[in-house]
């Protein structure tokens, strides 16, 4: 048996590899070694997940962030970006519209925006779980203390995303400026995970200077640090940042990784993310066949949605839009999937998907 083979059976037995050995199956990916994993992916999802689709409402509810990523849209050099933070009233207008819809979980996504204190935002998690306690709520902020962590858990999140973007210390030092660390980054990974959170992490696919042996880090750490969820999507420049001129990721590399993940944690929630959908009309579907088992349609009001700016493209209408639910679960359900209406929390028990 070839190398290739010998390497995706063993990881799809014993969900470890070395460094190397992931690093080999990722510099000699092709078309074979592809189908073989998602096969593998599709099987292991099943166990856990049976065909299911998560949906989680994404709320963008600020673009104004005080840090300066050379790759990101509403970095806070970028004087072009149409700032805007939303209130306590519109972000809970989101949430009853989603609610609507059938969402039950949120996802706050914003930059780090100097105002959203401790205090706003339990008061704000307060008023949420009171009005929609059977819904979750994931935060993605970005960095703050363990304490301001632990307030935020106390007062109702759930849920926590903050991707490590790459698990190489020099790495990391050419994609953000010298403030931010990878140190740091961890630091608070772990203490949300130390705190109760699920915790996802993740990384970005074709990142400038990202190497063949970063990529291989990534999934160790991945590995190691078992997640509950993992974001990963390609990178794609935004016209007013350090990497306009830099090229987008690949989606077969980055479909290819959701399959590696997939098998390394095999219950892990996976998201297909909006930079797939956005780097290829069929990416988030191609996502979903390659293993991965979540989408994140936008709630956000529509008189934002362009300002929330990550990168250039971003899909933000049509299919995208919450309102057009029903269109997401009719391609869902084309590709032999089912969105369902749920928390959609981790299945930790072991094996098996429970009917109930
Ligand atoms: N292309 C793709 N993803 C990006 N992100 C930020 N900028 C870009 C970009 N240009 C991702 C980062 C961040 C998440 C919210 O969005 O990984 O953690």
Known sequence: MNKLIELI???????????????????????????????????????????????????????????????????????????????????????????????????????????????????????????????????????????????????????????????????YSKLHPSDLTLTNRIRCLNDLKDIGFQVGCGFMVGSPFQTTKNIAQDLKFIETFQPDMCGVGPFIPHKDTVFANEKSGDVDLCCYLLSIIRLIKPNILLPATTALGTVRNDGREKGILSGANVVMPNLSPLSVRKKYALYDGKISTGEESAQSLQKLKNSMQAIGYQVVVSRGDINKNNNTFSKE
């Open 9 to 171: 059976n063993k990881l799809n037995n014993t969900q470890t590899l070395s460094i190397d050995e992931y690093e080999y199956l990722i510099k000699n990916r092709n078309e074979e070694a592809a189908n073989l994993l998602k096969e593998y992916a599709i099987i292991k999802r099943k166990e856990h997940y049976s065909n299911s689709v998560f949906v989680r409402g994404l709320i963008e509810v600020s673009n104004i962030c005080k840090n300066d990523c050379y790759y990101c849209g509403i970095r806070k050099s970028n004087l072009n970006c149409d700032r805007y933070r939303l209130t306590k009233d519109e972000i809970l207008e989101c949430c009853k519209d989603g609610y609507a819809l059938g969402f039950r979980t949120f996802v706050l996504q914003g930059g780090e925006d100097g105002a959203f204190t401790d205090e706003w935002l339990c008061d704000l998690l307060k008023c949420i779980k009171g009005s929609y306690p059977d819904c979750a709520i994931t935060l993605s902020l970005g960095e703050r203390s363990r304490e301001s962590y632990q307030k935020l858990y106390d007062s109702g999140a759930d849920r926590y995303l903050l991707r490590h973007e790459t698990a190489d210390e020099i790495h």
